[in-house]
């Protein structure tokens, strides 16, 4: 079962990405056929993409806190000692943590606002709730690899080993 847990743990974003990413093109491919062939396109493909797109941009958010792939200034890290550096790191997580539960905790307002007036999309007809969801999962999932991170910098600073930096782009 551990195994199962790993591979989640691993790969859970990525899989998730891949799914909304193919969902979001082959929706979108389908929708230009059907505009450009048959002069005739749905609502519902519109919102399919919209929608994919959103929860793309919400679990690439929580992938890229993973990583540490987030856009940062890190200039000033090339100039303090290693120990500096981790708790840096260490208050970057935190900070984002902090930010990351009053996000989720206010997010839940739209979604609450939803699910009581029994809100439903304009073309597929079903509740947005599913779909203002995103946000909290988006934010609840970053909440859950910041966690990670902080707990493998902490790991990382009594070990005496390098911080975890993530991959460079530029390199």
């Known amino acids: ?3 199962i847990f790993k591979a989640i743990d691993e790969n859970a974003e990525r899989w998730l990405l891949l799914v909304f990413y193919v969902m979001l093109v082959g929706t979108m491919f389908i929708e230009v ?3 450009e062939v048959f ?3 749905s609502i519902w493909g519109e919102e399919i993409v919209r929608y994919s797109f959103i929860y793309l941009a919400w ?5 890229a806190v993973k990583v540490r792939g987030h856009i940062r200034i890190d200039v000033l890290m090339h ?11 260490i208050f970057g997580d935190i ?6 539960c009053i996000a989720l905790y206010w997010s839940f307002e739209s979604v609450h606002v939803s699910w009581k007036f029994n809100s439903v999309t304009h073309g597929l ?8 969801m995103a ?6 999932l970053m909440i859950l690899r910041l966690v990670q991170s902080f707990l493998r910098d902490l790991s990382d600073l009594r070990a005496g080993r390098p911080v975890y930096e993530g991959n460079k782009l530029f390199d």
């Open 125 to 132: 007809r079903i509740s947005q709730v599913w779909f203002l």
């Open 1 to 3: 079962m551990s195994k």
């Open 33 to 35: 056929i059907r505009r």
């Open 39 to 41: 002069s005739y396109s």
């Open 59 to 63: 679990i690439g958010a929580a992938a």
């Open 95 to 100: 900070v984002m943590f902090v930010v990351a």
């Open 135 to 140: 946000v909290p999962i988006g934010f609840f």
């Open 79 to 89: 100039y303090v000692p290693r120990k500096a550096k981790t708790l840096l790191y």
